[in-house]
């Protein structure tokens, strides 16, 4: 079976939304991408680094998940890093109120030995020069690199470096605004263009609440989001979608474009569950069951048959 390497923060997060807040709690791009990736299966395994204030649980839950933690560092006497962040009442933007890296600043990581022939390589949001790291100790050439990442590294002193690991990546899923902020482009689809010059053949665009869209040479495909009654957090879903996406992918082990729209969808459809809680909370309790039967409302949702003249 196909391997999943995941790289990303394992946080502490401080989150505000129009419907409430709350204190420090579990968050994390890695965590994200961990719990969702999990729906599939598959032997997975995180790279990151904690600090000692990081809580033994947190780590059981993600082993309970049959998440492979050994290569998350905790380092003694460390802070975990911190995001707070708060949601504007549309609840699709959101400002950064404070990042501290902590032990992440200095942080050297090491992939496990058995996964440094995994096939899929999900590159979650932190330190582009970590992400370049990871990607140097693979043994063996991965059949799909994926990267997610964000604005904060889109801005000095880390730029030049993001630019260093988009250029060695297959696939980069980022939202609208830091598409249009790393292409200097408005147009989404002219966006897509600039960014694929930078390495990576295919581009996914996160539209929160309005879908996500699939960029290859001339190709486009695009999956709506779910209509959802109660959205209560969105902290986490672009992180869920790339688990769910790179899950899939190694899965299936089929990494054409035609299966990348499949992977979509169920990228789609567990950020679908991600938001309707506070946190990682509802990713945490999720079952097969209710996953299908969302697979089956989104199937619903864009089918339809029209004759064309
Ligand atoms: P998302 O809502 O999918 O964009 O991801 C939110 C998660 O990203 C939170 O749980 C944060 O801990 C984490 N996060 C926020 N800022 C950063 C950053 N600069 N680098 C890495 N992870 C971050």
Not at 32 to 60: C, H, M, Q, R, T
């Amino acid at each position: 079976m196909s391997k999943l390497l995941i790289v990303g923060t394992v946080a502490f997060d401080a989150i505000q939304t129009p419907f409430g807040k709350t204190d420090k709690i579990l968050g994390g791009a890695a965590t994200y991408i961990g719990l969702s990736a999990s729906n599939f299966n598959i032997p997975s395994a995180i790279v990151s680094v904690v600090g000692e204030d990081f809580p033994e649980e947190y780590l059981k839950m993600l082993k309970d998940k049959n998440i492979d933690t050994s290569a998350i560092e905790v380092v003694k006497g460390g802070k975990t890093f911190f995001w707070s962040g708060r949601y504007h009442n549309d609840l699709n933007s959101r400002d950064s109120l404070d990042t501290q890296l902590n032990v992440l600043a200095d942080f050297n990581p090491v992939v496990p030995e058995n996964y440094k022939d995994a096939e899929i390589v999900m590159l979650g949001n932190l330190h582009p020069l970590v992400q370049l790291s990871v990607l140097e100790q693979m043994t063996t050439k991965p059949k799909l690199v994926v990267l997610d990442t964000m604005n904060f590294w889109m801005e000095e002193p880390f730029m030049n470096d993001l630019k260093k690991i988009i250029a060695k990546v297959d696939v980069i899923t980022i939202n609208d605004e830091e598409a249009r902020q790393l292409s200097g482009e408005y147009s989404l689809v002219k966006a897509a263009r600039v960014i694929e010059e930078m390495g990576p053949k295919y581009i996914v665009i996160k539209k929160g609440e309005h879908g996500a869209l699939l960029f290859h040479e001339d190709q486009i495909f695009f999956a709506p989001a779910l209509p959802l009654e109660e959205v209560f957090d969105p902290t986490g879903a672009g992180d869920t979608f790339a688990g769910g996406f790179s899950g899939y992918l190694t899965k299936s082990q089929d990494i054409s474009f035609e299966n990348m729209k499949i992977a979509i969808i169920h990228g789609s459809n567990l950020a679908s569950f991600c938001v309707e809680k506070f946190g990682t909370e509802r990713m945490e309790n999720l079952d097969k069951a209710e996953v299908q039967k969302r697979l089956q409302e989104f199937k619903e949702l864009t089918q339809f048959e029209i004759e064309l003249a």
